[in-house]
């Protein structure tokens, strides 16, 4: 079968740019890429109720062969999903000959995979002795910290939110929206807002596919959100927008996510907790 092809429309052009397949020149160049844009990780696929979402911990992270000992190892990418749980990647050309055995055992040796969850742990604990942490803001304080134009659109987004009976659960650097889902109290987040954007997330709500697909396009199509890996739609803020933007998250966002709501009180749906 020919190689399928990829086309790409560019803004203000009504004509489509076939894309042109072409290996990477140098592993480090892919590397890169992981370590920037982590969501490029198929998530979705290692779990589809719960895709995996993942934060760069270190590139080219030395390794030893023994705790204290000097470094032996080296590897391309951790990272760390949403749970905590280390994820390894090694980057190699599809034209590398290895990737098939060695590679694999490379990753899987029974010495490197502890020696990297133990340096994960040890980080972990090293930074949580030494730096406190961070406690959730508050919506006064988070209010307080946003331009004021930006400060009047978050102060609607919450009253609604809570108006409809959504959850706000506080972070440090900003806040979550949360629907409760079926009749047993869980609970999926939706948005996030944080000081410079606002942010749609599609992977806890029980969308059909056909829906994402639909709801995703519509949002683009406002010229107000443009996507933040596969399952984020990222809005940045800025004066003139956000009157179009809280339209949008009325009008769009928590009309579908009011009928998901409506829906899963009757059907039951799959939803992570988070």
């Known amino acids: 079968m020919p190689d399928s092809r990829i086309f790409f429309l560019a803004d203000g052009q ?9 290996p990477y020149s140098a592993e480090d160049i892919l590397q890169a890429l992981v370590a920037n844009y982590p969501d490029l990780l198929p998530g979705d696929e290692i779990n589809p109720v719960a895709p995996r979402r993942w934060l760069t911990v270190a590139r080219e992270m030395p390794v030893p062969d023994e705790q204290g000992g000097s470094d032996r190892w080296s590897l391309d990418n951790l990272l760390l999903d949403q749970d905590a749980v280390p994820t390894l990647v090694e980057v190699k050309r599809s034209s590398d000959t290895r990737i098939r055995r060695e590679v694999v055992g490379q990753m899987l040796d029974k010495a490197l995979v502890p020696r990297v969850v133990g340096l994960t742990e040890a980080a972990r604990t090293a930074k949580g002795a ?3 942490l961070k406690k ?3 919506r006064t304080e988070f209010l307080a ?3 004021p134009p930006v400060a009047r659109f978050y102060m609607q ?7 409809r009976g959504h959850a706000v659960d506080w972070k440090s650097a900003g806040f979550a929206l949360r629907a ?3 009749g047993d109290g869980k609970l999926a987040t939706f948005v996030y807002g ?3 954007s606002f942010q749609f997330y599609f992977g806890y709500l029980p969308f059909t596919s056909a ?3 639909a709801v995703r396009a519509e949002l683009v199509a406002s010229k107000l959100f443009e996507a933040s890996g596969n399952l984020t739609l990222e809005a940045p803020l800025r004066e003139e927008v956000t009157a179009a933007l809280l339209r949008t998250y009325r009008e769009t966002i928590l009309e579908r996510v009011a009928c998901l709501v409506a829906s899963s009180r009757t059907t039951p749906v799959a939803v992570e907790v988070n």
């Open 180 to 182: 409760s889902m079926g």
């Open 14 to 22: 009504a004509t489509l740019e076939p894309l042109t397949e072409a």
């Open 157 to 163: 987004v919450l009253d609604e939110a809570e108006a």
């Open 211 to 213: 829906d994402a697909t």
């Open 145 to 147: 910290r946003c331009e």
């Open 136 to 138: 959730p803001t508050s």
């Open 194 to 196: 944080y000081l410079d």
């Open 130 to 132: 030494s730096v406190p």
